[in-house]
């Protein structure tokens, strides 16, 4: 079977999966638990744009047979042989997603190994951050300045409470040679930002409030 599940999806149908765990921990009720478990394989199968096909479906719909964590776990690792992996970046495709950046080097290749919905770095000794995020077919770089912040706070990407910093971006203003500045929290983290993302609609916000145009 090809790759046909995002992380953002995978991540997702984890979730599914812990309210399943969870619902086998606290409810009794059968009919309870049959609707629970209809409604997280409804749920999960909605997350893909299209129809599923004969092989994918019936992965997706085992998730109903999860009961506890070890189901889950074992679950988890069947579906991720289908995660999409991150596309590979040559240093030709980094030096044109940073033009501007002379010195430009890749994370360590653990970092990019990970299923992703974007990769993030931060440069060293610049307290900047670096995103590849793949739109489509099309590869975003993005370099911003970035400032942890002292309290945590809700991430603009995945949407979720715990460290974040404030990641800021030089927006050409309408005048020639003027700038704008925006900024935007995300997770200090983007290894744990990558397994909380659910959905790409808020990196896609954040990219098209980010980018340069
Ligand atoms: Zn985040």
């Not at 096909?53 to 579906?79: N, S, V």
């Not at 430009?104 to 060293?124: C, F, G, H, I, R």
């Not at 603009?156 to 971006?169: D, Q």
């Not at 935007?184 to 990196?203: K, M």
Request: with cysteine.
């Amino acid at each position: 079977m090809e790759p046909f599940i995002r992380n953002d999806q995978y991540n997702f149908i984890k979730e599914k999966g812990e309210h399943l765990i969870s619902a086998y921990a606290n409810v009794q009720d059968q009919g309870v638990l049959k609707a629970v478990k209809m409604l997280a394989v409804e749920k999960a199968e909605a997350v893909f744009e299209k129809q599923l096909d004969e092989e994918q479906g019936p992965l997706i719909k085992e998730l109903e047979a999860i009961t506890d964590r070890k189901e889950l776990e074992a679950y988890l690792d069947k579906i991720k042989a289908n995660v999409f992996s991150f596309p590979s970046i040559t240093d030709k495709t980094l030096k044109k997603l940073f033009p501007k950046n002379k010195k430009v080097k890749l994370p360590s290749q653990d970092e990019m190994e990970n299923t992703l919905s974007y990769l993030a770095w931060e440069e060293l000794g610049s307290s900047s951050k670096l995103l590849i995020v793949p739109i489509g077919e099309r590869l975003i770089g993005l370099q911003g300045g970035f400032q942890p912040a002292e309290k945590k706070g809700v991430c603009a990407i995945c949407r979720k409470f715990g460290k974040v910093g404030l990641f800021t971006s030089k927006i050409k203003g309408h005048g020639a040679g003027t700038f704008t500045k925006r900024g935007n929290y995300i997770c200090s983290d983007s290894f744990e930002c990558n397994q909380q993302i659910q959905s790409l609609a808020y990196l896609m916000e954040f990219v098209e409030l980010m980018r340069t145009k």
